[in-house]
């Protein structure tokens, strides 16, 4: 009797403690996370610092007139951005960005909205193809300078009947005149085969060559050689950048109010993260715009997620600023390959793709 | 309405002993230190600034409830094995306390049902553990909440698994009670259950370094059995934090741990309606 009346727990708990361990065995109970592990670029990596030193050159030396001293290598592309003085410089790498996923989502845009007889079939036809020959484009607010390999170039096609004027030992200038529609003179200046640089001045013309061939004096760089990391990097100053970006009032006014430069590096080797590393003069102000930019990333969260755009709240909510020390703060933003090519499908289905 | 009656007479016992009023009194401390001495600027929904004790913390400029989420995901940690070790200390003579001599003749003659008197004793642990639990995360939700703005519910969630967590190690130390009538064997029982928790986290991995033979089958057999309560506090942790989970794998946890529970309480049940007093 007591024997039959044992077996009803024992056998509950025995088939308790099986379904437990049915139960129990799963598989991890923290989802796959979906939030981006974007690595941010913050110094010269390995690969970028043998770029860098393989762009360096030795600066030129003349007999004629007195030479700077005390530059014995240069970034030709970096002197010629610094040339004539400013404050701000971007440098996109396009030959990286090109064989890049980001380069290659860009490229299908591109295509897709150009058609064939694109800009760069036209360019392609001077001798020069932005994906091969390109290998950077930096602007700054004198104007624009591409490096890359441009031998086969056939100035004529590209430049128009205008006579190039030799200036220096390897520069050369064109004057395009505008066209019947109006708009200034460009001054094209080849410097070698390696060099050009677009601008609206003779002067910035002169003034590029001159920095290249060491003549006369030497600007203060806008940007180091151990700041070329990334896919696009450069100097811009806050009020330059909010003119930039659009933003005139909240925190654009702060922007331009409190940093005196803001050095911005971009990494698109895979995804996409931003670091941009904003100095000012007033500590002060500094501080008040971080938390202004903190403040406008949590409302554009807000607003996101108000709206139903669950992917843009969750990305901001990995946007972070770090405040720094002695007037100094970094915005940190990052973008996973996967949400940038969404964003970009819409290009590559043009609207009239239908018909 | 007795099993009622039996929660209430725990809670009465509970509230006489000073384990359970040191606790009340530190938590209820450290809640009052945290909201006079924090000091949190928040901007248009963002943590801009932190002073404790007036000294400023450093700390990155982000949106105010993603600035909390470590902080919720710390405390939930804190919570649930601080809660657990207490738990195993402060509740391990409950059990040999209703079965002390004179007691249990007294409570058996009363008409009350031996198994309202062991789910009663059972249940009144847990809503210990409950409250305990709640208190400190619904604080720490209240406080810093009062000063952000930012109110979340899944913290006291958390709270709750880890009071479920807490159950299932107190239904193996009631069992061993019922066996051996000793507050200590009761406290290292539920020490024993916390390790062998622990192992069943990552009992995978030390399974794949272990050489094939009996230690290995007995391992495998004991941590299988087990509730993770690494993995446990890992998901209470990632529910206090709003971190995304997995929904069909943290339903075949919690009821799991609920079987496991279950299957003790059902083995000391038997021994209880067996034993003679």
Known sequence: MRLRRRWPWLLAAALLLGLAAWLLWTPDTLA???????????????????????????????????AAMGVPRQDPMLTALSAGGGSSAVVLEVNALRYSPLGELLLGCLVAREGRESALESLRKAGIDPLQDVDRVGITEHGLVVSGD?????????LGDATPQTY????????????????????????????????????????????????????????QPDQTYGEMYGVVSGSDLAQALGETGGWGKALAGAASSVELHLDARRDVGLVAEVSGDDAAKVADLGK???????????????????????????????????????????????????????????????? | MKLLAVIADLLR?????????????????LLLLLLTSLRLEVVDGALA???????????????????????????????????????????????????????????????????????????????????GAVYAAGGLVLVLGGKTGVWTGWPLLSALLAALSFGAVYAGMLAVALWVRSAALSAATGMVLVVLGLLATHRRTMMAAMDEGLGRMLFGGLTALVPPLGRMADVAGALASSAPLAPGSIARLLLGTLAFTAALLVVAGYRFERKDF
């Open chain 2, 13 to 29: 016992e509970a509230a006489a002993r000073r384990w359970f009023l040191a606790l009340a009194i530190a938590l209820t401390a």
């Open chain 2, 49 to 131: 600034a932190t002073r404790l004790f007036g000294e400023p913390l450093f700390h990155e400029i982000r949106p105010a409830d993603v600035a909390l989420r470590p902080v919720f995901q710390i405390a939930s940690q804190v919570v649930f094995w601080g809660g657990l070790l207490f738990g195993v200390i402060a509740c391990a003579d409950f059990g040999p306390t209703l079965l002390s001599p004179g007691r249990i003749e007294f409570l058996t003659a009363l008409p009350v049902r031996r198994w309202e008197l062991l789910l009663g004793t059972f249940l009144g642990v847990l809503l210990l553990a409950v409250g």
């Open chain 1, 292 to 355: 202004t930019l903190g403040g406008a990333l949590a409302m554009g969260r807000i607003e996101a997620r108000a709206g139903g755009d669950a992917e843009t709240a969750e990305l901001l909510d990995f946007a972070r600023v770090v405040p720094g020390r002695d007037g100094k703060l970094s915005l940190e933003l990052a973008l996973p390959l996967e949400v940038v090519a969404k964003r970009l499908a819409f290009c590559r289905n043009p609207p009239d793709a239908g018909r």
């Open chain 1, 168 to 223: 220096g030992d390897k520069g050369s200038i064109t004057a395009v005149e505008p066209r019947a529609e109006g708009g200034s003179t460009l001054y094209a200046t080849r410097w070698g085969d390696s060099l050009l640089y677009l601008g609206t001045s003779a002067d910035d013309a002169r003034s590029v060559v001159d920095a290249l061939e060491n003549r006369g004096p030497r600007s203060p760089p806008i940007l």
């Open chain 1, 32 to 66: 796959p996370t979906s939030r981006p592990q974007v690595e941010l670029p913050r110094h010269l990596r390995p690969a970028e610092r043998q770029r860098m030193q393989a762009r360096l050159t030795p600066v030129p030396t003349f007999d004629a007139g007195p």
């Open chain 1, 150 to 158: 441009f031998r086969k170039t056939q100035w004529a096609t590209l």
